[in-house]
C-alpha cells in the first residue's frame, strides 16, 4: 500500500477485509464480511461482539494466523496482507505480539523461561534478555516466581506472566483474544486494571477481543462493535453506550428500554411523541428530524425512579407512572421492574432501594436528553 493513502498518526489500516469458511455440508459461511477499519499509533481498541459475529477471526487475520479471501492491511506504510498483490506476510515478520484466552505458556520451561523465549528467538544475549525478562516480571507483579513452572503457579499469574512475555519483545502491537475470560472476577479487574497501566507505560498500540462490555469499556480508547462480519458502529466507549445507531447495538450493550413512537409535533429543539404510554419528549440533539423514526430507547440508569407525586407541575422532563413489578438488589445497584400502561415493562438501575412493596405506585422521571431515536 502507498504510503501517501495512510494518515501519519494511523498503525493498522484494514481495507475491504473478507474471510469465508465452508462447512462440512460445503456451506460458505462469511465470518468477516468487508471490514474497513483504521487505527491510530498507541490507541487501545476493543471490537466487541457476540460469539459468531467475526471478532476472533478478524483478529486472527491481523495476526497472520488466518489468511483473509481478500482486502489488505498494513502496519504503518508496510503491507502485511493483499490479496490483490499476493502478499502474506507470516506471523513472525509482522512485529506482533498475542495473549491468548489459554496462556499459551510452555509447560517444561521456568516462568522466566517463558517470558523471555521471543528474545532468545530474535537472537538476544542470555545477559540481556534475562535482564529484560526479570524487569517485566516486575512490572507485572510476579517478581518471585521466576524459577516456578506454569502449573505451579494460579491462573491469575499464568496470565500476568504471559503478559510479561508479550510484553518483553517491545513489540508496536499487541493483540489480545480474551485474554481474562479464565480468570475470576476480582483477579480479572486487577488484570484489566494493569493492563491499561503498562498499555501507558509503553504506548503499544493495541487490539482487544472480547465479548465482556465491562471490559471492554474499562479498557478501550475506541470500541468496535462487530455484526455479522460487518462494523455496526465504531467510537468512543461513552458515544456507542448511550449513543447506539441501531437496536442491536443497543441490545448489546447492555440493559435497554425500548418505546415504540411517533412524533406529533416538535416544540423548538424537543420532539413530542405518542407512544403507548402517553406522550413522551425527546430533545431533538443529533437528530433534528426525528420523523422518520418509530423505536427510541434510554438506559436504564438514566431512570429516576421515586414516590409518584400530585401532579407533574411545570417539569420538562417525561413522568410515567406504574406499578413495581420486580426489585432486585444487585449489591451496586439495586434493579427495578415497572410496569406501565399497555403492557410495558420498565427498567431501572438505581442506588437507592425504593421503600414500596411489589405491586406499589412508582414514578419514573427521564430527561428528554436521555432518549434516543433506533434505525
Known sequence: MPQDTMDATT???????R???????????????????????GEFVAVIGP???GKTTFLRCVAGLETPDGGEIAFGPTTVFSSRSRVDLPPEKRDIAMLFQSYALWPHMTVLENVVYPLKLKGVSREERLRRGQEMLHEVQCDGLAGQYPNQISGGQQQRVALARALVTDNALVLFDEPLSNIDTQVRRQMRDEIRALHRQFGFTAVYVTHDQEEAFSLADTLVVLEKGRIAQMGNPRDVYLKPNSRYVAEFMGEVNLIEGKVDRVEGEVACLSTPVGEMRVRTGDHPDLAGYGLFAFRPQKCKVGLPRSDDGASAKNILRGALQDRKFLGAYTEIKVGLEGGVVLSSATLNDVNVEIGGRVEIEIDPGDIFPLA
Not at 498503525?11 to 477485509?17: N, V
Open 51 to 53: 460469539s459468531g459475529c
Open 11 to 17: 498503525y493498522i489500516k484494514a481495507t475491504g477485509l
Open 19 to 41: 474471510k469465508e469458511f465452508r462447512r462440512a455440508s460445503g456451506e460458505s459461511v462469511s465470518a468477516i464480511d468487508g471490514i474497513d477499519l483504521e487505527i491510530k499509533k
